[in-house]
Nanobody, 121 residues
């Protein structure tokens, strides 16, 4: 069983940076970050394979967001920069047992409670 606890959300201005953290208890093959804005479906943001740190990003965040993992802190992080108002959402950390990186939310086995990110213009 994997448990995930996100932190680091908050209110920022357009163009600001923010780092989200996800504390992981248990073992997972792949970690992901998703976000869900009001009235919209949950969308893939980024994923990382624990074993070798391979990452994958959605086209909308590529070059601005960076996902990392840290064995020492048992955490994954999402460093976000140049934030936009349309990226206001609840950000969720997710995990799956498989080491294959996928972008479909339904393929992830475990979820955190989410952390709110609000980007104000």
């Amino acid at each position: 069983q994997v448990q995930l606890v996100e932190s680091g959300g908050g209110l920022v201005q357009v163009g600001d940076s923010l780092r989200l953290s996800c504390l992981v208890s248990g073992r997972a093959g792949t970690m992901g970050w998703f976000r869900q804005a009001p009235g919209k479906e949950r969308e893939f943001v980024a994923a990382i394979r624990w074993r070798d740190g391979t990452t994958e990003y959605s086209d909308s965040v590529k070059g601005r967001f960076k996902m990392t993992r840290d064995y020492a802190t048992k955490s994954v992080y999402l460093q976000m920069s140049s934030l936009k108002p349309e990226e206001t959402a609840i950000y969720y950390c997710a995990a799956r047992d498989s080491t294959f990186i996928v972008q479909m939310a339904s393929e992830y086995d475990y979820w955190g409670q989410g952390t709110q990110v609000t980007v104000s213009s």
